[in-house]
Nanobody, 124 residues
Framework: QVQLVESGGGLVQAGGSLRLSCACS????????MGWFRRAPGKERDLVAA????????YYVDSVKGRFTISRDNDKNTVYLQMNSLKPEDTAVYYC?????????????????WGKGTLVTVSS
């Protein structure tokens, strides 16, 4: 069974940066497209960024374009999310999961389980 462990969250002021990591184990990580999702208080868990396993092509929802960068290291079974110019509306618990192609804002995670996520809090 795939296990996902997210880390790197924290409290940051608006305009600041954080780098999230997601370590994957128990599966063949390198053959999955991977995504970062977030769940803000009182909202659904939504995709914010994804990356293909073949050529590392990224996808971003409009609200994070130009501010977030997704990347992956298949040798380390890890996917990253560099978040710059953070805004209070980015406050959420962030999760990673596999994602099917084609990517869209309504894409869902495809692994049968989720990690605990990592909390990002952006103060104004």
């Amino acid at each position: 069974q795939v296990q996902l462990v997210e880390s790197g969250g924290g409290l940051v002021q608006a305009g600041g940066s954080l780098r999230l990591s997601c370590a994957c184990s128990g599966g063949t990580f390198s053959v999955y497209h991977m995504g970062w999702f977030r769940r803000a208080p009182g909202k659904e868990r939504d995709l914010v960024a994804a990356i293909t396993w073949t050529d590392g092509k990224p996808y971003y929802v409009d609200s994070v374009k130009g501010r977030f960068t997704i990347s992956r290291d298949n040798d380390k079974n890890t996917v990253y999310l560099q978040m710059n110019s953070l805004k209070p509306e980015d406050t959420a618990v962030y999760y990673c999961n596999a994602v099917l192609w084609p990517f869209s804002a309504t894409s869902k995670g495809t692994f049968g389980s989720w990690g605990k996520g990592t909390l990002v809090t952006v103060s104004s």
